[in-house]
DNA sequence: ATCCAGGAAGTCG
DNA sequence: CGACTTCATGGA
């Protein structure tokens, strides 16, 4: 994929030229994204990875990751806005080759219309704490309500920034107890909640799980209260971009159902979809969940 | 109204 | 280990 950040190479002028419309002046700052045939943001940030986002207009959404805001607008080009391009490069994994992954997925079974309709996602870079803590509010809980926690809980102890709220430390967590979040609507998740985030102000490692396997951070990540398999697998593929997990949740549950027909545990599910797609299970995971989820 | 949601903790065999 | 129950909340 080509990338272009910054406004004033050759290429990037061509690239203004050809899109009048858009009206930008280029900053510094920007990315820009010319060959869109394996990037789409809509895609992307529907696909259950994200929480913190909103569409701000026509092909237009703003992204939040940790105490940092992007605008991307996608109109043929995508152009993506802020103050810090390559953190939003790595955030959107922009270095990474997503059509060979797809053409070495095309050949498994029970991929081909899942990669045909998902072909722009992107399994994004985010933050370890951000995702351990919005993954515990997913548990056995809709989109839209997992939404709505987690921009209250930014709202009341993330750092104010200019229009809107970072994502809270572990600190400024855990100096809050399981009735606050349980007031921000958490129900049963509450305590979890406040019991996570001061074990890792106390010094819970999150860099560890970067040094371990998929199946060992998995076990070390379950130590926490409020993650268990699903969740951890979550962490794993969405903030450490480990490829050799496949989170189990009830939508791929109906996909197992459809490929075999047959009834299993999480646990067997999981074994199984990894033992097909190998060290691809995580990309195999969210085109087969995002199809299903919007079929 | 009843079901369900990107499940995990607790308890009991 | 595995099966089984309980856990708030709110949108569909």
């Known amino acids: 994929m080509k990338v272009i950040e910054g406004g004033r190479t050759n290429s990037a002028k061509t690239v203004k030229k050809r899109q009048k419309r858009l009206k930008n002046t280029m900053a510094d700052n920007d990315i820009i994204i010319k060959d869109t045939r394996d990037f789409d943001i809509r895609q992307t940030l529907d696909c259950g990875q994200i929480f913190r986002y909103s569409e701000i207009g026509e092909n237009e ?30 955030f959107f994994d922009l270095d990474n080759d997503y059509g060979a992954i797809k053409r070495a997925l095309m050949d498994k079974p029970f991929m081909k219309e899942a990669v045909e309709y998902g072909g722009g996602i992107r399994i994004l870079n985010q933050d370890p704490y951000e995702m351990l803590i919005s993954f515990i509010v997913s548990a056995n809980n809709h ?70 396997s998929g199946e060992e951070a998995n076990k070390y990540l379950c130590t926490l209260k409020g993650v268990g398999p699903k969740v951890a697998d979550c962490i794993l593929l969405f903030a450490y971009h480990k490829s050799d997990v496949f989170p189990v949740d009830t939508w791929i549950r109906k996909v197992y159902a459809d490929m075999t027909g047959k009834e299993a545990t999480n646990k067997e599910i999981r074994k ?23 079929s």
């Open 61 to 90: 959404y703003e992204v939040f990751s940790k105490d940092k805001r992007c605008v991307v607008r996608q109109d043929g080009v995508v152009v993506i806005k802020s103050d810090d391009s390559a953190y939003w490069r790595r």
């Open 272 to 294: 199984y979809l990894i033992s097909t797609y190998g060290n691809l299970s995580g990309y195999a995971q969210q085109y087969l969940f995002f199809n299903k989820r919007e």
């Open 143 to 212: 989109i839209p309500r997992i939404k709505g926690i987690l921009s209250r809980i930014c709202e009341g102890l993330g750092e104010k920034k200019d229009g809107y709220s970072a994502f809270p430390t572990p600190e400024a967590m855990a100096s809050k107890d399981a009735d606050y979040y349980a007031a921000l609507g958490a129900g049963y998740r509450a305590p979890y909640l406040s019991e996570t985030a001061r074990a890792v102000a106390d010094g819970f490692d999150l860099e560890k799980p970067l040094y371990m």
